[in-house]
């Protein structure tokens, strides 16, 4: 089975903690790594292309120090190596121009709004999951426990 991962980038210790137990129901199949710095993801990202993983989605927010969310994110976009790889911006204090280059620039796949409800995180996920798994062309059966079903029937029937 193909390792893929799901990176969640925040410089608040809590977001991530409460991020990453919201997630704990992808723990089984999937690798879930934690950055403080979107610096710290850029060089994450360089550890999983050397060791040829997958990197699935990367849950990013807008507002740290050094650089954004949104400048992470278009990075991401960029880069040819992370084609594929599926964005969500998690933020409360987005302005109207990080949202147009989120979409324009960064090529977000979803946005969530800080405070998020747990359910719509897990979603979200596992929509985004499942796109990009098809997208790759990885056998989805081993993982079909932690995807969407009417996104998977949607994908495989077109």
Same mark, same amino acid.
């Given at each position: 089975?193909?390792?893929?991962? %799901? %990176?969640?980038?925040?410089?608040?210790?809590?977001?991530?903690?409460?991020?990453?137990?919201?997630?704990e129901v992808?723990?089984?199949?999937? @690798?879930?790594?934690?950055?403080?710095?979107?610096? &710290?993801?850029?060089?994450?990202?360089?550890?999983?292309?050397?060791?040829?993983e997958y990197? #699935? =989605? !990367?849950?990013?927010?807008? =507002?740290?120090?050094?650089?954004?969310?949104?400048? *992470? $994110?278009?990075?991401?976009?960029?880069?040819?190596?992370?084609?594929?790889?599926?964005? $969500? $911006? *998690?933020? #409360?204090?987005?302005?109207?121009?990080?949202?147009?280059?989120?979409?324009?620039?960064? +090529?977000?796949?979803?946005?969530?709004? +800080?405070?998020?409800?747990?359910?719509?995180?897990?979603?979200?996920?596992?929509?985004?999951?499942?796109?990009? %798994?098809? &997208?790759? #062309? !990885?056998?989805? &059966?081993?993982?079909?426990? @932690? *995807?969407?079903?009417?996104?998977?029937?949607?994908?495989?029937?077109?």
């Amino acid at each position: 089975m193909d390792k893929i991962n %799901i %990176i969640c980038v925040d410089d608040e210790r809590e977001v991530l903690d409460a991020v990453r137990r919201d997630l704990e129901v992808f723990e089984s199949l999937f @690798n879930i790594e934690e950055c403080e710095s979107a610096y &710290e993801c850029l060089e994450l990202l360089e550890e999983f292309d050397a060791q040829q993983e997958y990197v #699935g =989605v !990367i849950i990013s927010d807008q =507002v740290m120090p050094e650089m954004s969310g949104v400048e *992470l $994110l278009t990075k991401v976009a960029a880069d040819r190596r992370f084609l594929g790889t599926k964005k $969500l $911006l *998690l933020t #409360g204090l987005a302005t109207q121009d990080d949202t147009i280059k989120a979409i324009n620039n960064a +090529k977000i796949d979803n946005f969530l709004e +800080k405070v998020w409800q747990p359910e719509e995180l897990i979603q979200t996920i596992k929509e985004l999951l499942t796109e990009y %798994i098809i &997208e790759k #062309g !990885i056998d989805y &059966e081993p993982y079909s426990d @932690n *995807l969407d079903a009417p996104t998977l029937y949607r994908l495989i029937n077109n």
